[in-house]
């Protein structure tokens, strides 16, 4: 079963648009964590935010922001007025207790364009 | 400090043909990962090592053997390759693995399999 699943394949946004990304998490485990990271065109993969499940407070860095919800099992993710920079594609990932893996959603690409 | 850092970046071999991937992070970090990405489906975990000299199957292993014989490398072989191969690896590393800390990964190696 997919423990994370990102719904949107693809969103397109013009810069300076708001765009968010949905995040929905599978789980048994009451310890876990929850991760955003970034693979630009270029293809690395960049850590954004790591979020443990103790943790329900919103986040912000810069354009940045997530928002938790457990009563809902979501991890979301904000791009405030994006840029083409913010190109890429993001994907979501969960770590459970005692688990040495991540698992990751099949990821949502961004493009933003000038 | 160099991070993760992975070679070759580039592989295209005949079906059958065996080759190895080299990792190497210079953060110390005990535990070492490699997954591969595939269109539409993230990444998965290949195999992992909680320290030097171990190895652990993670969650799509078969074809793929590994070796941590020095904390800092993590190399992964493929005995006789398959198109089924031909994907995206990416080796990644952590200083503690129980969902604790966050996962640092290196540029990834394409490898096509004719």
């Known amino acids: 079963a997919q423990k994370v699943t990102q719904a949107q394949t693809e969103i397109s946004v013009v810069e300076k648009e708001d765009v968010t990304l949905d995040c929905v998490y599978e789980?048994?485990?009451?310890?876990?964590?929850l991760f955003w990271y970034k693979q630009p065109p270029s293809g690395e993969l960049v850590f954004l935010i790591r979020r443990n499940s103790f943790d329900e407070q919103n986040e912000i860095s810069g354009r940045y922001s997530w928002n938790f919800q457990k009563s809902t099992s979501s991890f979301n993710f904000t791009i405030t007025a994006s840029q083409v920079v913010d190109s890429a594609v993001y994907f979501c990932a969960l770590s459970e207790a005692d688990d040495y893996k991540l698992s990751f959603g099949a990821g949502t690409t961004v493009t933003v364009r000038a | 400090n160099a991070g993760v850092t992975q070679t070759p970046k580039f592989r295209v071999l005949k079906t059958g043909q065996s080759m190895t991937l080299l990792c190497a992070q210079d953060?110390?970090?005990?535990?070492m990962y490699w997954y591969r990405q595939d269109p539409g489906m993230g990444l998965r975990l290949i195999h992992y090592s909680v320290g030097e000299g171990t190895t652990a199957k993670g969650e799509v292993p078969d074809g793929y053997n590994v070796s941590r014989l020095k904390k800092q490398n993590f190399l992964l072989g493929l005995e006789s390759a398959a198109p089924s191969q031909t994907s995206v690896y990416f080796c990644a590393s952590s200083d503690d693995g129980l969902a604790l800390d966050t996962q640092y990964f290196g540029p990834g190696t394409r490898l096509t399999v004719l």
């Open positions: 953060m110390n970090h005990e535990y």
């Open positions: 789980t048994r485990d009451t310890t876990y964590y």
